[in-house]
């Protein structure tokens, strides 16, 4: 592609749709079977989308895809109305960004303000530019008081916001969070879903959870179980029904 397609002026961005997938199936070794079977759905730009499913449903592994940490083997991956390749994979990591459960994964500098730092200094921006997607990070997520802790001394909820700040602060069209309330003390975690739900005012939010919190403000549920798409639900409450009472 002759045009960057991190240029919003670019068609690449002339859809509803910001990410699908097309009969995606994915197994870890040919003598295993496929941890996700034949998937095909939308996600819709500017939407809260959850991914629920028991464990070992094959939601992470799902998630993998999203950004080429896995390719496809069988089915695609569309983001934007392009194909995922291998040739264009780090186009679409800019586009597709993932906090995954774990923070310590993610956060690597001692200094708060240095690692949300780290990615757009990566991108070669400007030193302006870099502090200002720094600081428009830390806030977005509310803790621009802590820029000058030292991040092995923050809890584990400061430092999921740390890691959300992280990839907020390169960009992304889409974000994409693993399990982000998992070990959140109740009296943090209705902060913490206040946030995830402010995300998509800017872009489109997938959150793969067990929470039911979490569910309550998605704009979709998508249901996996053993590797294969159960169901798609406008709502939390149907979703429940179909689930939990019937």
């Known amino acids: 592609m002759s045009n960057s397609i991190v240029d919003k002026n670019y068609d690449f961005f002339a859809t509803d749709t910001a990410l699908k997938v097309e009969g995606l199936s994915f197994s870890y070794s ?10 095909s759905t939308n996600f819709p730009k500017n939407c809260l989308t959850v991914i629920a499913g028991p464990n070992g449903s094959g939601k992470t592994t799902l998630m993998k ?21 291998k040739s264009n ?22 200094r708060v303000y240095d690692d949300v730092a780290f990615g757009p200094k990566n991108m070669r921006l400007r030193t302006s530019e870099v502090h200002r997607r720094v600081n428009n990070a ?50 943090s975690k209705p902060k913490m879903i206040e946030i995830i739900e402010s995300f998509k005012r800017k872009r489109t939010v997938i959150v793969i959870t067990h929470d039911f919190d979490v569910m309550k403000i998605a704009d979709r549920v998508i249901l996996l179980k053993e590797g294969q798409l159960k169901g798609e639900f406008s709502s939390f409450e149907d979703f429940y029904q179909q689930e939990f009472v019937h």
């Open 89 to 110: 994979r780090k186009h679409i990591q800019k586009l597709v960004g993932v906090v995954f459960q774990n923070p310590d994964e993610q956060i690597f500098y001692p």
């Open 65 to 85: 895809h999203f950004n080429g940490l896995f390719l496809p083997r069988m089915g695609k991956v569309v983001v934007f109305g392009h194909e995922l390749t």
């Open 30 to 39: 040919r003598k295993q079977p496929p941890v996700i079977r034949d998937i």
């Open 138 to 187: 830390l806030n977005e997520v509310k803790i621009i008081d802590l820029k000058d802790r030292i991040t092995f001394n923050l809890s584990f909820g400061e430092k999921k916001k740390v890691a959300f700040a992280g990839i907020l602060a390169m960009k992304p069209e889409i974000f994409v969070l693993d399990e982000p309330t998992i070990g959140i003390d109740p009296w």
